[in-house]
């Protein structure tokens, strides 16, 4: 964390979010220590919150992404440590392996419903993916990024979200 905290300096960054590798948290007293104020856990639907082996977690995530289910919308709170926790609500899937055979237009879909439902229940949608899997087939991943950026400046633009990194949300909360 100190090591992270001081190559950010060099740039002229502090960072205050934090994301587990790998979605597996621990040591937030330590986060709190370094500076940081947020962190991001579990989306709150995740089947891995209740115990199931790997391969079944897996499963029903690509069944909610192919069948583009609306991801759920999470509020932010302050939890231990004083930092802030702020859940993810889905992840842009490459476009790799079986994930090849979901068309791009359903996790769109599925974002854009994430997007329409947090303007409704006036909740965040916090979308998340991982520079490489952008790469998996980057003229299809960027354009499928772009629509729902796009969706989310639209409802950006009529005053019906905002847009806020990690952050942002931890200063709000």
Request: net charge positive; with cysteine.
């Amino acid at each position: 964390l100190a090591a992270c905290v001081a190559a950010a300096a060099t740039m002229g960054q502090t960072p205050r979010s934090f994301v587990f590798p790998r979605n597996v948290h621990g040591h937030l007293g330590l986060l709190r220590e370094a500076g940081f104020t947020c962190w991001r856990p579990l989306e709150p639907a995740t089947p891995r919150r209740l115990g199931l082996p790997d391969p079944v977690i897996r499963a029903a995530h690509l069944l909610d992404v192919a069948r583009a289910a609306c991801p759920e919308v999470v509020l932010a709170q302050v939890g231990a440590h004083g930092l802030v926790e702020y859940p993810a609500s889905a992840s842009f899937l490459p476009r790799e392996g079986v994930r090849r055979l979901i068309p791009m237009r359903q996790r769109v879909d599925r974002c854009r419903r994430g997007l329409d439902r947090a303007a409704a229940e006036r909740k965040a949608f916090h979308l998340y993916s991982h520079p490489i899997n952008l790469a998996s087939d980057p003229a299809a991943m960027l354009q499928g990024v772009q629509s729902v950026l796009d969706h989310a400046a639209r409802l950006r633009d009529a005053g019906r979200i905002e847009v806020l990194s990690m952050g942002d949300m931890a200063e709000r909360v």
